[in-house]
DNA sequence: TCTGGGGTCCTAGGACCC
DNA sequence: TCTGGGGTCCTAGGACCC
């Protein structure tokens, strides 16, 4: 038996997530653009092949979407979540070993006893998630995390494959590295690729065999496990539990400039009420918070970004409490006859809820009373959809916010959204 | 007009301690 | 000719990922 790491990628994720509620656009190019319209997020295949690109302006490539009718949506978080859950949740039917690396994408851990066995357990899992969900996946096989991605990229590259290819039992591996650039090699970035063509090493299969103390060394222990996870080597394991986020951040560009400092505390409270959220969902309370403000940085007006965090007395998970906090660094970081495009907040010094720092002179604990507020909140947001009750600093009119002209509908989530079929 | 958001890990260097 | 040494903790910055 030998143990192999399976990887799962939904392939375009966003973009076919949206196709499946237009069949219509089935064969056609779709984008999906980033929070407020800004750039390319997503390209089905079609769009690919017009040369489209990754990360691209939306306002750059509004030609070509033009004369070639691509299909554009805004990003739709709640339908690509749901979505993702559905295929994370057929996978567990398959091992009790998945990780659920990001929104698209999960390893899973299982044993074989044959190459056959490899191929007939991977395009089980393939057809089952695309026929119950709708989305075509990849499956990259490997004697690790790294190899799996490997086998993946290269299932991708060649429709020979089908979207499925398997690196364990062969041993003919050197050859598909030799095909991988060192920048596609997962771990390894922009600098590092930049780093490794300068000494010559152009591909996975070099990198593979190249000297590791050397590779220790300019490239620090992560750059060691990638090359040794090349080798076969597993390094990189399976993480099977969701372990609780040490910083939350939530920020979003504005739609439009802003320069008043109570438009950027009414975003500012928004933002630390999602994150807050977000902290209580994992059971946690944080002891430090930031905020930060900038500039529009592509624009040739005057430049101004700063940041601040300042520590609580008592770690707490209570909005209230930490929009008060967030307000104070606010006021200090704010410099008046500014365009301001973005704002954020960061938590951090993150804690389970039941584990504080014993103090001698400050009452230690969220009151009771604090507690349930927040409870009901959370219930009521929950059954109701987001931000069916807020808190009064983060405004009404909010005009601010950010832009999402085109987004689809919450065809999963919503009762109003639901497809409506008609016969003929 | 228009350029995303949310994370993790590692290292170097400084402060501080005995 | 001459400096103590070893350890921990924290932070900022840099690399990476999707």
């Known amino acids: 038996m030998k143990k192999a ?7 375009n994720f966003y973009a076919s997530c949206e196709k499946v509620f237009q069949p219509k656009l089935k064969n056609k190019p779709v984008v999906v653009l980033s929070n407020n319209d800004g750039c390319i997020v ?6 690919k092949a017009l040369g489209i690109r990754m990360g691209q302006p939306y306002f750059e490539c509004m030609d070509i979407i033009k004369k070639k009718s691509v299909s554009v949506f805004s990003s739709n978080y709640t339908l690509y979540a749901d979505m993702s859950s559905r295929v994370m949740n057929i996978l567990e039917l398959f091992s009790p070993m998945v990780e659920i690396y990001s ?11 044959s190459p056959e066995k490899v191929n007939e357990y991977a395009l089980k899992i393939k057809k089952t998630v695309e026929k119950w969900t709708g989305l075509s996946i ?8 790294t190899l799996s991605k490997a086998a993946s990229y290269i299932a991708k590259k060649n429709d020979l494959y089908k979207g499925i290819l398997s690196l364990s039992f062969r041993d003919d591996i050197d050859e598909f590295l030799k095909k991988i650039p060192v920048y596609e090699i997962w771990g390894v970035g922009r600098q590092y690729s930049k780093h490794l063509f300068n000494h010559g090493i152009e591909n996975a299969c070099s990198l593979k065999y190249a000297d590791e103390s050397w590779v220790k060394k300019t490239m620090t222990v992560c750059g060691l496990k990638t090359a040794l996870e090349l080798k076969g080597i597993s390094c990189i394991s399976l993480s099977d539990t969701i372990t609780a986020k040490k910083t939350i951040i939530s920020s979003r560009s504005f739609g439009k400039p802003v320069e008043k400092l ?3 505390r009414e975003s500012v ?48 998970s209570y ?9 104070n660094i606010l006021e200090k970081i704010y410099r008046e006859g500014y365009k301001y495009k973005k704002a954020g907040v960061m938590l951090s010094g993150i804690v389970p809820k039941d584990q504080i720092q014993l103090n001698l002179f400050v009452p230690l604990f969220d009151s009771e009373k604090k507690i349930r507020i927040m409870k ?23 005009e601010w916010q950010m832009r999402r002209d085109l987004k689809s509908k919450n065809y999963t989530t919503d009762w109003d959204d639901i497809p409506v079929i008609k016969l003929p």
């Open 103 to 113: 929104i698209d994408e999960a390893f899973i851990n299982y044993e074989f006893d």
């Open 269 to 316: 409270a928004m933002y630390v009420s999602n994150a807050s959220e977000k902290l209580r969902k994992q059971s946690s309370i944080a002891s430090i918070i930031s905020v930060f403000i900038n500039t529009n940085r592509f624009k040739d007006e005057p430049q101004y970004s700063n940041y601040s965090s300042s520590s609580l007395q008592v770690p707490t």
């Open 319 to 327: 909005t209230p409490d930490l929009i008060k906090c967030a307000n």
């Open 5 to 11: 790491f399976i990887l799962i990628d939904c392939n």
């Open 138 to 145: 990849t499956v990259g096989i490997g004697d690790t995390k």
């Open 42 to 47: 997503a390209r089905s295949n079609e769009a």
């Open 262 to 264: 109570d438009d950027l």
């Open 376 to 398: 009901t909140v959370d219930c009521l947001n929950k059954k109701y959809g987001n931000n069916t009750v807020f808190t009064g600093s983060c405004g009404i009119k909010k």
